[in-house]
C-alpha cells in the first residue's frame, strides 16, 4: 500500500499482538497446506496497520516470489517487506547514538512487549528486503548495497 504508515495507526495492545500473532500462525499454516489463497484472505484485513499481519502477508509473498522468481512476483514481496519494515520501524524503540556506546543494562528491559517484537519484525523484514532485492537486481552493485544495509538489521 501506499499509505503512510504512523506510530498512532499501529499502536496495538498486549492481547491484540498476542491475537494478530495467533492468526499468523494458522495463516502460515494454510499457506504450507497449499491453502494460498486463505492464508492471504486471513492477514489481508489489517495488513496495512498491523504488525504480525503485515509480517505475515509479507512472508506469504516472499515464499511465493521464492517458489517462482517471477519479477512481478520478486516486486511485489519487496514492496510488502518495505511496508512491513515501515510498520514495524514505527513502532520499535530508537536506538541512539549514545545507549550503543555507552556499557550498561539491556535496553531491552526498557522496551515494551509490542517494541521488543517490533524490532524482530523490523530485522527480519529488513533481511527478506534485501535478499529478494539481490535476486532481484541480479548484480554485484545491488549485492554490496543490500550487504550494507543489513548491517542495520540489529
Avoid: W
Wanted: glycine share 6%; with cysteine; net charge neutral.
Amino acid at each position: 500500500t501506499n499509505v503512510k504508515v504512523t506510530r498512532s495507526m499501529c499502536m496495538q495492545s498486549d492481547e491484540e499482538l498476542r491475537s494478530d500473532l495467533e492468526v499468523a500462525h494458522e495463516a502460515m499454516q494454510l499457506f504450507l497446506n497449499s491453502q494460498m489463497l486463505e492464508a492471504e484472505e486471513l492477514c489481508v484485513e489489517g495488513a496495512e496497520s498491523r504488525l504480525y499481519r503485515s509480517a505475515c502477508m509479507s512472508m506469504i509473498n516472499v515464499i511465493k516470489s521464492l517458489m517462482t522468481f517471477e519479477p512481478d512476483d520478486l516486486r511485489i514481496a519487496i514492496k510488502c517487506c518495505k511496508h512491513t519494515k515501515s510498520v514495524a520501524g514505527v513502532l520499535r524503540k530508537g536506538h541512539g547514538k549514545l545507549s550503543s556506546l555507552l556499557p550498561g543494562k539491556s535496553t531491552l528491559n526498557d522496551m515494551s512487549r509490542l517494541q521488543q517484537h517490533a524490532g524482530l519484525v523490523y530485522a527480519e523484514s529488513l533481511l527478506h528486503k534485501s535478499i529478494l532485492s539481490i535476486l532481484y537486481t541480479g548484480d554485484t552493485v545491488g549485492l554490496i548495497r543490500e550487504a550494507m544495509s543489513l548491517r542495520t538489521a540489529r
